[in-house]
């Protein structure tokens, strides 16, 4: 596990600002989520954690490393996508394994691994699927199975249940607030909808346009917000 820190990070396209030196200090073992509107910077934040974008200016530390020159590979973080493309060719197995083989991990290892991930996720009857016979959600599980191996020391979500229907995006949320319950690892959580902040975050962090309205757990925004735009946000229906 390891604390996120972020520390005055700007983000420039061009010269276009699109991340306007922004600070969050994530714990060690908290579910941190992001949230506001389309455009507001998310994802850009978390691609910057994750060391897919570059940062114009500021620092980012994981644990006690500062990462800002940091490739990905290099950062012990794990990044589960809304678009969790797998491979069709591959079994569940083969496609949760896929990182350590190319990592030169033992046959040994790569079963063990694989069978502890599926199953804290409950993939353990589907392993020698392929992906074109499992459900949304199966897939999504999937998906993080393939973080899950890795170990890595934080965990990033970007919008992973904005493909999948009402239903069983309410079951996924308990799904990976369960898995955070169960590995303690820090996970930092991306959505626009503003329920699953409320119902998954210890915290959340309210973004604008590039700046953080709010930082809090859901009862102190609820509770105490900041502006309107933090009332409005929390407390309208999605
Ligand atoms: P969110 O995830 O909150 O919807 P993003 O982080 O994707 O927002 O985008 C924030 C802003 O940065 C948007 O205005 C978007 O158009 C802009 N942006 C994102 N990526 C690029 C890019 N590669 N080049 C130029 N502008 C970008
Ligand atoms: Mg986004």
New binding site residues.
Partial sequence: MASVTIEKVVKR??S?D?VHGIDVDIRDGEFVVLV??????????L?MIAGLEEISGGTISIGDRVVNDLPPKSRDISMVFQNYALYPHMTVEENMAFSMTLAGASKEEKARKVREAAEILGLVPLLARKPKALSGGQRQRVAMGRSIVRNPQVFLF?EPLSNLDAKLRVQMRGEIKSLHRRLGTTMVY?T?DQIEAMTMADRIVV?QK?IIEQIGTPLELYDRPQNAFVAQFIGSPA
């Avoid at 506001?36 to 934040?45: F, H, V």
């Fill in positions: 396209y061009g276009l699109v506001g509107p389309s455009g507001c910077g998310k994802s850009t934040l691609r970007d991306v626009h973004m590039g």
